[in-house]
Every structure is written in structure tokens, then in C-alpha cells.
């Protein structure tokens, strides 16, 4: 059997590239850990990411919330329904368009969303420590230009 290394030649776009590569298994370990922190608290990931948008930009719209993602339109529809159905969201009249409505959280939608940024947070603080000099400032801004080009190759905001 050949075993075939993944050796790319070096060059500028090598760095991009590491980045590309340790971001699903960031994402994948950020999503385990999530998932015990939260276990308790009935929200799926899914909705824990729109509650996230919706705290963090505020009122939105089922269709600008699906390309933030990007998901479908119904995908995010059904997750939005399960949020109101739970009474962490609502949705009220849009000005700027007769159908689509603008969903924002309610009280107790916010409420969770200070629970969960402070579980968040005491978590993060804990690992901190081990992380040693790590420069997560330097990450953030790599990661937020990358979605940046990427959003702009994709067309959306």
C-alpha cells in the first residue's frame, strides 16, 4: 500500500491553509464541549448559533439569518418556529418588507443567553491557563479576515 503524505510546498497560502485545517477540529471539540455545558439547558446547537445572532446583532429576518450561516431559509424557519415555540423568541412585523418577519429573543431568550455566555466564559477562563501565551486576539482577526474573503466569495454578508 502507498501511503501518500499531505505536504502542500511552502509559499504564502501555507499559513492560510494550516488555519483552514485546524478550524473543523476546533469547531467539532468546541461543539463537544457545548454540548455538555448546555446539556441542561434544552436547546440544541442549532438553536444555541441563531440565539447567539440574535444577541449579539439583534432582530433579523429568517432569510438574513440563512446566509450568516448559510443554511436554507426553512432550515432556519424551523429552527426559528422551535425558538418561538419555546418562547425564546418572537417575531414581530418587519417595516422594510410585508412577509418576512423580524424575529428577536424574548426576556427569557435573553436570560439564557446571559446563562450560556457565563458558562461560556467560566469555561474559557479555565482553559486560559493551560493555553499559555497563546495570541487568540492574532487567531480572532486570521479567522475573521478568512470569513471576510469567504463571505465575499460566497456573495453574502
Not at 497560502?13 to 441542561?40: G, M
Not at 446583532?57 to 440563512?66: F, H, I, K, Q, R
Not at 446563562?115 to 487567531?139: K, P
Amino acid at each position: 500500500m502507498c501511503l501518500v503524505m499531505y505536504d502542500p510546498a511552502p509559499g504564502p497560502e501555507t499559513a492560510v491553509l494550516a488555519t483552514i485545517n485546524e478550524v473543523p477540529r476546533a469547531f467539532f471539540r468546541l461543539a463537544a464541549v457545548a454540548d455538555a455545558l448546555f446539556a441542561d439547558l434544552g436547546v440544541s446547537p442549532g438553536e444555541r448559533g441563531v440565539m447567539r445572532d440574535l444577541f449579539i446583532d439583534g432582530e433579523d429576518t429568517a432569510p438574513s439569518l440563512a446566509l450568516k450561516k448559510p443554511v436554507s431559509r426553512q432550515a432556519m424557519q424551523a429552527i426559528l418556529d422551535e425558538l418561538v415555540g419555546k418562547g425564546l423568541v418572537a417575531a414581530t412585523e418587519n417595516p422594510r418588507h410585508k412577509r418576512s418577519r423580524l424575529y428577536y429573543l424574548t426576556p427569557k431568550g435573553i436570560e439564557l443567553c446571559v446563562e450560556l455566555q457565563r458558562r461560556e466564559l467560566a469555561a474559557i477562563r479555565e482553559m486560559i491557563g493551560e493555553a499559555g501565551s497563546a495570541d487568540f486576539a492574532t487567531a480572532a482577526a486570521a479567522l475573521k479576515a478568512l470569513n471576510a474573503l469567504l463571505a465575499r466569495r460566497l456573495n453574502i454578508a
